[in-house]
């Protein structure tokens, strides 16, 4: 009967090599690891900058200045022509493939957008209200004057720009299958929107005024002539969870009004330290209850 002749400690084949090898492939990943060249490193930094803090500017008159970092807010609305949809606020995000934010450390280009549930202004909602065309930083905003949106997600040294183009069989939005949003960073027209007073019947008298913070507006891209939309009904599954689709197109009711999913608000800060932006400020009381609650004084 054959019988085993080696003890635990006999080393047999090329014991050599795997040994020479193990403390290869050790010292690549100790190489790696303090470098913050590892995966799980890497990760890690993209997801902290889209999630860092953002302050959003202020407005002192009411109105949207050239320079100022806002949030793109489609506002809470029934869903009429789906049962499941997304409530609330929905801010305008960015929204990296899944795949690829988990295999890298910098923003794709182009980046994918989405509506979100958050109302906290952080790297992958705050953008910047841009010059398109000679316009100075400071100035008032107008309607049917055009202005470019960018962000940053967090990063210092990186800036997007909203864009998009007319719809082709290879370039569409995924779920709708319409005209397509993203982030690219290339400086062209296709960069261009413009901000439109939401009543039809009023929007000519409202030409060449400024254009208000925190009040539902329309925003149409200049070159297609699509309005921006929020499909609160069409779910993606992204790197920070179930989101909405966002795509570039007009819907409007029988009296040829655009509907609620194409209205938004370019949201500001607030003064005060305890609150976020001017969404959170607590809503003033009907003037009913104001005189009810007069009279129980009285």
């Keep these: 009967m054959a019988q085993n002749l080696y003890g635990p400690r006999v080393r047999i084949g090329n014991w050599n090599e795997d040994v020479y090898l193990e403390e290869e492939i050790m010292k690549d990943f100790l190489a790696k690891r303090d470098k913050g060249q590892l995966l799980i490193q890497r990760n890690r930094r993209l997801k902290e900058n889209l999630l860092r803090p953002m302050q959003l500017s202020i407005s002192e008159d009411g109105y949207i200045h050239y320079g100022d970092k806002v ?3 489609s506002p809470d609305h029934p869903e009429t022509e789906a049962d499941l949809f997304l409530r609330g606020d929905l801010s305008l995000c960015m929204t990296p493939d899944e795949i690829k934010a988990h295999l890298s450390n910098e923003l794709e280009v182009p ?9 906290i202004p952080v790297g992958r909602n705050t953008f910047t209200i841009l010059c398109a065309a000679g316009e100075v930083i400071g100035q008032v905003l107008r309607y049917g004057q055009n202005f470019r949106l960018g962000i940053t997600g967090g990063f210092d040294d990186r800036m997007l ?8 069989l290879l370039k569409s939005s995924k779920r709708s299958w319409l005209q397509e949003v993203s982030l690219t960073h290339e400086d062209s027209y296709l960069n261009c929107w413009q901000a439109a007073f939401p009543h039809p019947q009023l929007r000519l008298e409202y030409e060449g005024s400024p254009v208000p913070a925190n009040t539902k507006i329309l925003i149409t891209h200049c070159h297609t002539n699509r309005g921006l939309v929020a499909h609160r009904h069409l779910f993606l599954r992204t790197y920070f969870g179930k989101e909405a689709e966002v795509a570039a197109h007009t819907y409007l009711d029988s009296h040829r009004v655009e509907k609620p999913k194409n209205h938004w608000m370019l949201v500001t800060g607030v003064p005060r330290k305890d609150l976020s932006t001017m969404l959170d400020l607590p809503k003033p009381p009907a003037e009913d209850t104001r005189a009810l609650e007069q009279g129980v004084n009285h």
């Design 71 to 73: 949030m793109l807010v």
């Design 161 to 168: 720009y909203l864009s998009s183009d007319h719809r082709t």
């Design 111 to 119: 980046c994918g957008l989405s509506a979100a549930q958050t109302k």
